[in-house]
């Protein structure tokens, strides 16, 4: 019999490239369940994960700058739209699966702590067996959510997420086949991903007065643009096409455009993401963090989800308690448990 969702699979084999993933020839979920009616399996992840509580917290967790002053910086919400945006770009040109590259890129950031890079490196510090914000992104949809259940994504979009991140030196394409997502579309979020983010915390350094437009590094402006919309339009022209010149094997960027992106990356390490400002920030989060991580071992009962603690033990509880907080929570909770309350008289 055939259904709605039948007739949109089917639509996707008569559609898209050979090369992208097809919703009916997914690997399938952690947990086999009934299909929808009328949306094929990634559109109905997208869903999800839209409509995930981890999803809302994004809007009050630093991307770079610190409890923003200003209504106009980047939060992880929007750098997760733009890298959303950017994907899909990406994937329509090429013809891939648009919805199995939102569902990536909407998912992929999940994970991410309060505080930003100061916050993860703090978690880092502090957790036995370290941190990592994209396990924690796939901790997220495979059990947080849904009180316990998880999500239950497909395998595509699990390997998307679980393969997104670059860290400070990896390559954004052309990644070994550990680091490199199956599917083209999880490839085409990762190197979105980047782009995304070299472009707006430039914006958002020169909005700061972190940076001056005359700090850029001259070769990768020279090469890619001045404006944030011109390097964008540069840089996704360059994915689309250096991708479908190789017979969409991959995911590709030519070597000078590859180049000059990561110069900006490496620009940015050294004069926002670890610079002396970013540094006194972390003092911040490692003071908050570390304080909140003896608070909650000193009494799990208060603070954690008690059958977390009952299976993994009061370290991954309480990692995944404090990895989860947005900003504002960390900030609120400290003050309520570190700071005395002002003595206020009656009458
Ligand atoms: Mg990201």
């Given at each position: ?7 949109l ?58 409890s ?21 770009t ?97 490839q ?11 472009n ?28 944030t ?30 180049e ?59 990692r ?13 909770l ?14």
């Amino acid at each position: 019999m055939s259904t709605i969702r039948k007739d949109l699979e089917a639509r996707e084999h008569e559609w898209l490239a050979a090369q992208a993933a097809k919703s009916d020839a997914s690997r399938g979920r952690l947990r086999p369940e009934p299909e929808d009616p009328i949306r094929p399996a990634f559109q109905r992840d997208r869903d999800r994960i839209v409509h995930c509580k981890a999803f809302r917290r994004l809007k009050h967790k630093t991307q770079v700058f610190f409890s923003p002053a200003g209504d106009h910086y980047r939060t992880r919400l929007t750098h997760t739209l733009e890298v959303s945006q950017i994907a899909r770009t990406v994937t329509k040109v090429l013809r891939l699966h648009e919805e199995l590259t939102e569902a990536i890129a909407l998912g992929h950031d999940l994970g991410h702590t309060p505080f930003g890079h100061a916050g993860e490196r703090v978690l880092r510090q502090l957790i036995p067996g370290g941190f990592n914000h994209y396990e924690q992104s796939l901790r997220i949809v495979d059990r947080l959510e849904n009180d316990g259940r998880g999500l239950n994504l497909t395998w595509e979009v699990r390997d998307g997420i679980a393969k997104h991140s670059k860290g400070k030196r990896g390559a954004p394409v052309g990644a070994t086949d550990a680091n490199r997502s199956t599917a083209l579309e999880g490839q085409v979020a990762r190197v979105a991903d980047i782009i995304a983010y070299v472009n707006h915390d430039i914006d958002d350094a020169l909005r700061a007065g972190l940076l001056a437009e005359s700090d850029l590094p001259t070769g990768p402006i020279d090469l890619l643009g001045r404006t944030t919309s011109e390097r964008i339009g540069r840089l996704v022209t360059d994915v689309v096409e250096q991708t479908l010149a190789a017979g969409l094997d991959q995911v590709r960027m030519g070597d000078g455009v590859l180049e000059a992106l990561l110069g900006l990356r490496a620009f940015l390490f050294d004069t926002v993401y670890e610079n002396s400002d970013a540094t006194s920030e972390f003092h911040k989060a490692s003071g908050i963090l570390g304080g909140l991580w003896e608070k909650v071992h000193a009494k799990p009962e208060a603070f954690l989800d008690q059958q977390i603690v009952d299976d993994e033990g009061v370290d991954v509880a309480a990692r995944d308690f404090l990895a989860g907080m947005t900003d504002r929570y960390a900030v609120g909770l400290y003050e309520q448990l570190f700071i005395p309350k002002p003595w206020v008289e009656l009458g």
